[in-house]
């Protein structure tokens, strides 16, 4: 069973930091290019980076670029997200998604894990 | 950035119905066009990719057309279990989602 399972959600005040995790499980982690999207509540889902499958290649949005870093340790098959200088704007639900190599759509999601980022 | 234009924001049908979705391109992005369902508290699941070829497990019921800067999701008669918000997204530049159609029920 292909599963991805987020952590690391929580309550952070504007301007810390913290670090995201997803586990892979079910399929060949290292063979996918990864990504994370998130979703603020009650809104629309944006796209935030993504990562190759050999760790090599990574992409942002505009609006966190800079500020948050993606990774991926292929022998434990987690990705991350480490994000930096967090702002309210940055409070959403998370997910981590998995990409068919090449083919650029997102054909398995997560749950999610909650980032709430309030003084 | 290409934006992603859905309507109808809420689109009111009776279970049986026939529910038509509309996604437009701010430019064309050929047939890089992909739909996700969501439910509520749940992630969403991709249904359709390609803008037109049924994800593995999508009954065919689900249904997509279109190419360029015109998309559409059809469902041919709404089940309860289709009520839920559909995305549409566009993977040829990048990727970036519309705002999202809820079905709800009538």
């Known amino acids: 069973q292909v599963l991805l399972v987020e952590s690391g959600g929580g309550v952070v005040q504007p301007g810390r930091s913290l670090g995201l995790s997803c586990a892979a499980s079910?399929?060949?982690?290292?063979?996918?290019?990864m990504h994370w999207v998130r979703q603020p509540p009650g809104e629309g889902l944006e796209w935030v980076a993504a990562v190759s499958s050999a760790g090599s290649h990574k992409n942002y949005v505009d609006s966190v670029k800079g500020r948050f870093t993606v990774s991926r340790d292929n022998s434990k098959n987690t990705l991350y997200l480490q994000m930096n200088s967090l702002r309210a704007e940055d409070t959403a639900v998370y997910y981590c998604?998995?990409?068919?190599?090449?083919?650029?759509?997102?054909?398995?999601w997560g749950k999610g894990t909650t980032v709430t980022v309030s003084s | 950035e290409i934006v992603m234009t859905q309507s109808p924001a809420t689109l009111s049908v009776s279970p049986g119905e026939r529910a038509t979705l509309s996604c437009r391109a701010s430019q064309s992005v050929s047939s890089s066009l992909a739909w996700y369902q969501q439910k509520p508290g749940q992630a969403p699941r991709l249904l359709i990719y390609?803008?037109?070829t049924r994800a593995t497990g999508i009954p065919a019921r689900f249904s997509g057309s279109g190419s360029g800067t015109e998309f559409t999701l059809t469902i041919s008669s709404l089940q309860s279990e289709d009520f839920a918000v559909y995305y549409c997204q566009q993977y040829n530049n990048w990727w970036t989602f519309g705002q999202g159609t809820k079905v709800e029920i009538k």
């Open positions: 390609g803008a037109s």
């Open positions: 079910g399929f060949t982690f290292s063979s996918y290019t």
């Open positions: 998604v998995r990409e068919p190599n090449g083919l650029y759509y997102m054909d398995v």
